[in-house]
Nanobody, 123 residues
Framework: QVQLAESGGGLVQAGDSLRLTCAAS????????IHWFRQAPGKEREFVGF????????SYADSVKGRFTISRDNAINAAYLQMNSLKPDDTAVYYC????????????????WGKGTLVTVSS
């Protein structure tokens, strides 16, 4: 069992940076890949990025590639989403999710979810 909690969201201006934290409870955190998703008002939840169990592999949606970076620290059961050069289109509720290695990279493939944190980017 893994419980996830996101933090670090807020209101920023276009071009600013923000770092989100995904804090996990439970000893199994290091067994799961961590994914970040986001959901904008009136839109479906979409994949943002992924980090492998060890942290050695990452992957990102084209819309955030080069601007967002995911990292993790298994020693303290935490993962991070560093967001730079934020745009108004990045406004959404951001979720972290834990998935067993090999899971499909869709919302339905995730094992555990946090409750999300709101990021609002003003122009």
């Amino acid at each position: 069992q893994v419980q996830l909690a996101e933090s670090g969201g807020g209101l920023v201006q276009a071009g600013d940076s923000l770092r989100l934290t995904c804090a996990a409870s439970g000893r199994a955190f290091s067994r799961y890949a961590i994914h970040w998703f986001r959901q904008a008002p009136g839109k479906e939840r979409e994949f943002v990025g992924f980090i492998s169990v060890s942290g050695s592999s990452t992957s990102y949606a084209d819309s955030v590639k080069g601007r967002f970076t995911i990292s993790r620290d298994n020693a303290i059961n935490a993962a991070y989403l560093q967001m730079n050069s934020l745009k108004p289109d990045d406004t959404a509720v951001y979720y972290c999710a834990a998935a067993s290695p090999g899971s499909v990279w869709t919302a339905s493939g995730m094992n555990y979810w946090g409750k999300g944190t709101l990021v609002t980017v003003s122009s």
